[in-house]
Nanobody, 127 residues
Framework: QAQAQESGGDLVQPGGSLTLSCTFS????????MAWFRQRPGKKREDVCG????????YCRDPVKGRFAVSRDNAKEILYLQMDNLKPEDTAMYYC????????????????????WGQGTQVTVSS
């Protein structure tokens, strides 16, 4: 049974930076594409950034392009989300999940195709 665990969320001032980390149990880390999602207050969960099983193909959605970067270390089996120049609208619960299909891009898929959702880590951007 796949299970993610997110960490690194905190309270930060606008313009600040955070690095989120995600680890998985119950799946072969290097064989699955992965993605970061967030849910802002009063809004539906949305995908933010994702990457392929190898890390060779990556994307981030328009609201965070140029500010966020997703990466993975398959040797250490850690998924990262580097967040710079944070804005109040980035305030959300951040989640990671794995593509249930192996050896694929790992993003832009229906939510039901992701597995191992963690409990999330809270990011709050406020003065």
């Amino acid at each position: 049974q796949a299970q993610a665990q997110e960490s690194g969320g905190d309270l930060v001032q606008p313009g600040g930076s955070l690095t989120l980390s995600c680890t998985f149990s119950g799946l072969p880390f290097a064989e699955h594409g992965m993605a970061w999602f967030r849910q802002r207050p009063g809004k539906k969960r949305e995908d933010v950034c994702g990457l392929s099983f190898s890390g060779g193909s990556r994307y981030c959605r328009d609201p965070v392009k140029g500010r966020f970067a997703v990466s993975r270390d398959n040797a250490k089996e850690i998924l990262y989300l580097q967040m710079d120049n944070l804005k109040p609208e980035d305030t959300a619960m951040y989640y990671c999940a794995a593509d249930r299909e192996r050896y694929t891009t790992g993003w832009n898929k229906p939510a039901e195709e992701y597995i191992g959702w963690g409990q999330g880590t809270q990011v709050t951007v406020s003065s």
